[in-house]
């Protein structure tokens, strides 16, 4: 029996004594067959999470589209089972596999594995593992197929570098279709030179050609000594079909989601993604129209979401709701735009929301007081917060969603009682459900925070005692501080920390991004026998200080970094440059002078 039929049989025989069988079928209305013998490189993207959670990643359907629209490759998709899959998949000796054809991962030319938040790292050794694939990208042999990374998490990719053969910088639509021309181009080669064509191409990082330091730098002279970030210049390139994959299930996020514009220059100084995704190139209005009702029309779904770090900040907004709402009139669909910015969200916008199956309001004022917000660059005043809740009641809203951080620098109990202020207000405006999402704050890399501490398990436990005074009028909950410990030793980290991964992963930590499965043990004990010191990577960081990401370029200049954090510091706000003069970020310069390169 050859191993497809194997898989297949092993799921006829045993899926009913799994949890969710639907994660494990494929089959799905629109996914993509092609003959295996008509492509020349096959490619399976892994989502190292479960099927309802990687499904409602818009980055993983972009690419998954973006790579069958090539002739000579099949993309298909992977994630990683359920625990009881898992010990099943383990005692039937059946591989990870593709979601199309039930191809083994191993059996494929190259694996694309999404880092989109650092807790999932022990996953994706664990699917390594489960596709008997070597975890250490130096074990590998000839015909294991080339494992790439990309995602946001690659910003600083030290912690889990030596898992990967290649991992991409930035976005990622253009380069993948680089790297699967250059893999068919190539696939006659041996592995270390077709790592050496990849580590030609603008924005991708080939690790093992990189000593391994702070920051790492090149062991051979025509190896490049700073990784620049892949930018698209063109959102309208990223358009996804109207017959989109059908899941059996439902997943996450169970909507038609269109993304609006990519980047922010609202410059808040905590947000990672601001940072790394600028310059705004925003999509058009037409494009998002038609991209918005054709999808809809060929799915069924009843909820669109408008995508991005801030949606009411695209310069058409106002007219693109109007059309949706017109559109829409007979449809009974909603429409939502996620963390909707407290400044941005106007009276027409919340009046053509509400005329629609209305869903709740999300908000994230990030911190209780001006002062703080200041520090932050959250340019937004307590004026700005009450008129637009007291407009949004008026349009008829009853349920509202706020988002803060605590641990921030320079933070006090004052700015955290400001919290509980602001939720009171909230309450007497007259929203009758009223949740508060409390985060725990990690200074990431790339950020004007980036200098700064992260604030010890024993404050953020201080903190949320005082919040739980909120719970007398609205629901509140909190983000594990020792989860956030552990996400800022990755975010952090360096290729030290990489032992300590390897050894929570043998520990047995998997799916360390769910409340109910992070196990702090876990950790605890792989921090002690790869003898690292937290503290170490948690501490602030001094401006002249060599960085573990020193040697990934985002386009922003470190030294704009440290003028922020010193404005963050004296309590000074930085201007939207969108709107006013530009902040000297250094990226729009060298987005520029690359856009004329390509060209």
Not at 120 to 149: F, G, H, M, Q
Not at 451 to 466: D, G, L, T
Not at 580 to 595: A, D, E, F, R
Request: proline share 6%; aromatic share 8%; glycine share 4%.
């Amino acid at each position: 029996m050859d191993e497809q039929s194997k898989i297949m049989r092993f799921l006829n025989d045993f899926l009913n004594e799994v949890e969710k069988p639907s994660r494990y079928i494929g089959g799905e209305l629109n996914q993509i067959l092609k003959n295996p013998e008509d492509v020349k490189l096959r490619i399976g993207l892994l989502f190292p999470d479960v099927y309802e959670i990687g499904m409602s990643n818009l980055g993983l359907l972009i690419i998954y589209y973006v790579l069958n629209s090539i002739r000579d490759v099949w993309a298909e998709r992977a994630f990683l089972p359920w625990i009881d899959m898992i010990n099943l998949m383990r005692t039937k000796n059946i591989e990870l596999f593709t979601h199309e054809s039930k191809t083994p991962l191993r059996n494929l030319d190259m694996i694309g594995i999404s880092l989109q938040y650092e807790l999932s790292y022990t996953n994706v050794l664990w699917a390594l593992n489960l596709s008997k694939i070597p975890i250490i990208a130096e074990e590998r042999r000839e015909n294991d197929p080339i494992i790439v990374a990309g995602g946001p998490c690659t910003v600083n990719p030290e912690v889990i570098a030596p898992v990967f053969d290649a991992i991409v910088i930035g976005d990622g639509e253009e380069v993948a279709v680089e790297i699967a021309y250059r893999l068919i181009e190539t696939k006659n080669l041996p592995r270390q030179e077709r790592l050496r064509s990849l580590s030609k191409i603008k924005g991708v990082y080939v690790p093992i050609f990189y000593v391994d330091s702070t920051p790492p730098f090149p062991a051979d002279k025509d190896i490049p000594e700073k990784i620049s970030r892949r930018t698209i210049p063109d959102l309208n390139k990223s358009v996804l079909p109207p017959n989109r994959i059908i899941p059996h299930a439902q997943i996450v996020h169970d909507r038609i989601v269109v993304e609006a514009m990519r980047g922010c220059t609202r410059g808040c100084r905590f947000c990672q993604a601001g940072m790394i995704y600028r310059p705004v190139r925003e999509k058009f209005s037409e494009t998002m129209l038609k991209e918005s009702f054709s999808a809809l029309l060929c799915t069924g779904y009843e909820e669109l979401a408008l995508l991005s770090l801030s949606t009411a900040d695209h310069s058409n907004i106002e007219a693109i709701l109007s059309k949706l709402k017109e559109l829409l009139k007979d449809s009974f669909t909603s429409i939502s735009m996620p963390s909707t910015r407290l400044d941005a969200f106007a009276l027409a916008m919340a009046n053509v929301m509400s005329n629609v199956r209305r869903a709740g309001l999300t908000f994230a004022p990030e911190a209780g007081t001006q002062r703080l917000r200041n520090v932050i660059n959250k340019n937004i005043s307590e004026e700005d917060y009450v008129k637009t809740l007291e407009t949004a009641r008026k349009s008829g809203w009853n349920r509202i969603k706020l988002y803060f951080m605590i641990g921030l620098p320079t933070e006090t109990d004052k700015d955290l009682s400001g919290i509980i202020e602001m939720a009171n207000i909230a309450r007497k405006i007259g929203f009758r459900k009223i949740n508060i999402s409390i985060s725990n704050f990690i200074p990431k890399p790339h950020t004007p925070f980036q200098f700064s501490e992260q604030k010890p398990v024993s404050y953020i436990k201080h903190a949320q005692r005082i919040l739980t005074q909120a719970r007398k009028f609205a629901n509140i909950s909190f983000h594990d501080p020792e989860m956030s410990l552990i996400e800022g030793l990755i975010s952090r980290g360096d290729r030290s920390v990489f032992k300590t991964l390897i050894n929570a992963f043998k520990n047995g930590a998997i799916f360390d991004d769910w409340d109910n499965m992070f196990n702090l043990d876990h950790w605890q004990k792989a921090i002690e026998s790869s003898k690292i010191d937290p503290n170490e990577y948690l501490r602030p960081r001094k401006f002249d200080e060599s960085l573990p990401w020193d040697h990934i370029d985002t386009g922003i200049r470190k030294q704009f970094l440290i003028e922020e954090y010193q404005k963050a510091l004296s309590g000074l706000p930085t201007q939207d440059c969108r709107w006013s003069s530009c902040s000297n970020c250094g990226v729009c310069n060298k987005y520029l002078k690359n856009l004329l390169e390509d060209r």
